[in-house]
């Protein structure tokens, strides 16, 4: 039984039944724009044999859906899927013995297409809202219901292709969506919350009482209230509101109202400043033993990356509104994990976590934790100041890329022993990174960026790594998925944070697969092998034709091979696997690129094994998305930090990969209908910046050991003549 049932074993907590006989499906994990709500609808509506067309996904709320925590980790499918899988199934069943008795014929004569049952030898019919009773919501629900993949597979082929199409995308596409930016509520004012660049400092008292003197003389200004570090200002109008933006936000440049000088490391040498912090050392695997091994030859090797930032295109944006004399607060957000936002704004405020309710509205989809929460304490905090009005939010772009979560800068450290004959015998692999996790509602006190920086400030959380039972932090996918005898992983979490870092896409996977995939490149090299052969040669043991078979069909979608006589001046192609969290789905890339002034990647070829698919399209969809934004990492980003803060906050100063950048891309799904689904949303980001990696090897070679592989870098890269590796 997944935890998710566990905690919520009920099935009213799962289904219901809309007034006009709509099923209505609730589940805890939130729609990014991943399409994820769609897939939950299919699931439901394979169970309940009915078509996806009378499955109507509520949007989650504190009000209606069970706590599932957080949206992250590729899970939506494995956890909330399964259980919305297991109620459906226990409600048809339980619909299909209550016609049974009703009828009077054994449960197996009992028919259920299109979501009526019927007996064939009385020629009665009913539907799901005439066998239900108000007992059947309160039962527990039963597991053992599930239908067979072959039912499942046969139910689908009965559906048109358009009812399996999301139902949202049309509006999207005409801009007739409504998103949380679009909500407007009656008697609604405009906000914003100011505050310096960095977690830390010191208010320059006469700029700021001046400002607020300035604010509270303008007419278009409701309320301009200073805290702390917080200056909060509400008017009617978002024009107003941008007026009042743009004066502060000139005042800031020209170093007004706050004092900022915060610790920087050094953006030329993040290694060393990473090893140089107190650290909190675990070790991760260790199946080693002190027999002397046979190896001929060790190999050392060391890669990094940059911190980064989420830089979604639309800005976070929230709402909120005090009622019943700021007794009850309701808030409007795109935060991935309401359940947790609510606690913490409940911890923030002093108030019972009952009277604090969060409803989930779409808004710019973000993989990983970005400035969502943050931006609803704002317009909370804001709300006290007119109760009874509601509030609304909107980060600015310098805002969002400013003062957002950053995902932290990795070093990774592997050494390895191969044998006469050229296989991998000892393997260790060394991680140095700040935890990726500072999410809300975790902790004993609130992880809210305003709650750090009011009057009373509460004390900033140190950034932790999730469990290894649910894929780790930084150590993600630090373990080698291959077969090699002697295995040590060492994770050291860094325990200074400078500058707020936390979770993005895949978290410590992409670093920690670019530099394995790379050095097994290397490796291949010093042993004159195909890097597919080699990768091939250590999968050999029972379990992993899985893997196999998704580095087979990529090497075949791409025709592969990494040289070809006739190829031109600065072409390359490289390969790279991983299962994700090891645990997860499996991903293999081939990337086709041309280096010239710059790298231009020409097209990747992804294979993913994600066990059962649900929604073909939206997985091909998540796939795609998590290779190009790896793509992006790859090639572009890295942030540029400063004593006063992020100053890479403009799309000039933190550039990502524009639609005239962007590859081709070809997808292979290899469905395997009776195993359990896999996420689809972050399978594909390390294999992708590793084969990035790798082609660039293979067209010009240059290893590239520092992420991003920008022109400067390349030419770093170039003109230090890198050796493979350190023996």
């Not at 799962?14 to 939950?40: C, M, N, P, T």
């Not at 899927?81 to 109620?87: F, I, M, N, S, T």
């Not at 052969?533 to 090497?555: C, E, I, K, P, Y």
Request: hydrophobic share 40%.
């Amino acid at each position: 039984m997944s935890e998710s049932l566990k905690a919520h074993p009920f099935l009213h907590q799962w289904l219901g039944l809309s007034a006009s006989g709509q099923v209505q499906a609730f589940s805890g994990k939130v729609d990014l724009g991943q399409g994820i709500s769609h897939a939950l609808r299919l699931i439901v509506a394979q169970e309940l044999r009915l078509s996806p067309a009378h499955i109507d996904m509520v949007p989650a709320s504190t009000h209606t859906s069970p706590d599932e925590a957080v949206t992250s980790g590729s899970l939506s499918v494995q956890h909330s899927g399964a259980a919305l899988r297991c109620a459906a199934a226990h409600w048809r069943e339980m619909c299909r013995l209550t016609m049974s008795q009703r009828c009077g014929v054994d449960v197996a004569a009992v028919a259920c297409t299109n979501g009526e049952f019927s007996v064939h030898v009385t020629n009665q019919t009913a539907s799901y809202a005439e066998l239900t009773s108000a007992e059947m919501w309160q039962s527990t629900i039963d597991t053992t219901q599930v239908q067979s993949p072959h039912a499942r597979q046969d139910f689908e082929a009965s559906q048109t292709q358009a009812s399996m199409f999301r139902p949202d995308v049309a509006s999207k596409v005409f801009g007739e969506f409504e998103y949380i930016h679009d909500r407007v509520l009656p008697g609604m004012c405009h906000g914003m919350v100011f505050r310096p660049g960095t977690l830390a400092a010191e208010v320059i008292a006469h700029d700021m009482q001046a400002l607020v003197s300035y604010l509270q003389s303008q007419p278009s200004v409701l309320a301009a209230h200073h805290e702390g570090l917080l200056l909060g200002v509400l008017t009617d109008t978002e024009y107003a509101l941008s007026r009042i933006v743009r004066h502060i936000e000139d005042g800031v440049a020209q170093g007004k109202y706050w004092r900022c000088n915060a610790q920087v490391p050094d953006a030329n040498d993040l290694p060393t400043w990473l090893k140089a912090q107190t650290l909190d050392t675990t070790v991760v695997f260790d199946n080693t033993t002190s027999a002397q091994t046979t190896s001929a030859q060790h190999v050392r090797v060391e890669f990094h990356r940059p911190y980064l930032q989420h830089a979604s295109i639309g800005l976070c944006c929230a709402l909120a509104q005090w009622t019943d004399d700021e007794k009850k607060l309701e808030v409007w957000s795109h935060s991935q994990g309401i359940y947790n936002l609510r606690r913490d704004v409940a911890l923030a405020f002093d108030m019972p976590t009952e009277q604090v309710q969060v409803s989930h509205v779409e808004g710019a989809g973000c993989y990983g934790h970005n400035g969502a929460d943050d931006v609803a304490f704002d317009a909370a905090w804001l709300a006290k100041l007119l109760p009874g009005r509601p509030v609304r939010v909107q980060w600015t772009r310098q805002a969002e890329l400013g003062h957002a979560p950053l995902a932290p800068a990795m070093a990774v450290e592997i050494q390895a022993g191969l044998s006469a004959e050229g296989h991998i015998e000892e393997w260790t692999q060394t991680v140095w990174s700040q935890g990726h996790g500072t999410r809300p509602g975790r902790g004993k006190t609130p992880a809210l960026l305003g709650t750090w920086q009011c009057a009373d400030p509460q004390p900033v959380t140190m950034a932790v790594n999730a469990a290894m039972a649910v894929g780790g932090g930084s150590e993600r996918n630090a373990q080698p998925p291959y077969d090699i005898g002697s295995v040590k992983v060492l994770n050291h979490r860094v325990l200074n944070m400078p500058f707020r870092v936390s979770a993005m896409r895949a978290l410590g996977a992409p670093a920690n697969v670019f530099a394995a995939e790379s050095f097994m490149d290397e490796l291949a090299l010093r042993c004159s092998q195909d890097p597919l052969a080699f990768r091939l040669a250590h999968l050999r043991s029972a379990g992993q034709a899985r893997a196999v078979a998704v580095l087979q069909t990529a090497a075949k979608m791409s025709g592969w091979t990494t040289h070809s006589a006739d190829r031109p001046e600065g072409w390359g192609r490289g390969l790279a696997y991983a299962r994700y969290k090891n645990t997860g789905a499996y991903c293999a890339v081939v990337v086709e690129l041309v280096v010239a002034e710059k790298v231009k990647l020409h097209k990747l070829w992804i294979a993913t094994d994600l066990g059962c698919v649900v929604d073909a399209n939206g997985a091909v969809n998540q796939i795609e998305g998590g290779a190009l934004q790896a793509a992006s990492w790859a090639l572009n980003e890295a942030t540029q930090l400063s004593a006063q803060g992020i100053t890479s906050n403009s799309w000039a100063s933190y550039p990502i990969l524009k639609f005239s950048d962007m590859p081709a891309v070809e997808v292979s799904l290899m469905s395997h209908p009776h195993e359990p689904s896999l996420g689809a949303g972050e399978c594909s980001s390390g294999p992708t910046c590793a084969a990035i990696a790798n082609a660039i090897f293979d067209a010009i070679g240059v290893r590239m050991r520092a992420m991003p592989f920008t022109p400067d870098n390349l030419l770093k890269a170039i003109e230090a003549d890198q050796e493979p590796a350190h023996s």
